[in-house]
């Protein structure tokens, strides 16, 4: 399915380019954005065209904790218990020896919401 499709999208590539784009993959995924544009009618081609040529930067980052601060004001507390299974999978993943990168990114993704929502609560005072 979508694997095979992105691993024969970027042929030639290296690896840790691949594994970059499985993060953001893996990261659209975690929080929805790829759900949100399959309901949009958003190709699987159109989506690997558009992230495809996108590092996992700062933007991309800031954008999906907006996503977890909307998704916070709308269900008080998901933040909370998404930052606790995370960090329970990356110290899961981290004893394993597996891969942390998405655990990490993950984790650093919900801490920049909750800084957020907290600049959000003092300014309201």
């Known amino acids: 399915g979508a694997f095979r499709f992105m691993l024969e999208s970027n ?3 290296s690896m840790l380019e691949f594994q970059e784009l499985m993060t953001v993959f893996q990261l659209l995924h975690w929080n929805g954005s790829l759900k ?4 949009r009618q958003c190709s699987r081609q159109e989506v690997l065209a558009h ?4 590092a996992l930067d700062d933007d991309i980052r800031n954008q999906m904790a907006m996503d977890w601060v909307n998704r916070e004001q709308n269900i008080p507390g998901a933040l909370s218990r998404e930052l606790a299974s995370t960090e329970r999978e ?13 655990h990490k990114e993950k984790k650093d993704i919900l801490m920049l919401a909750a800084g957020q929502l ?6 309201n005072c």
């Open 51 to 54: 992230y495809s040529h996108r």
């Open 118 to 123: 907290g600049n959000m609560h003092s300014s």
């Open 11 to 13: 042929k030639g590539k």
């Open 90 to 102: 990356l110290d899961e993943a981290r004893l394993a020896g597996k891969e942390l990168r998405f």
């Open 36 to 39: 949100a544009m399959r309901e």
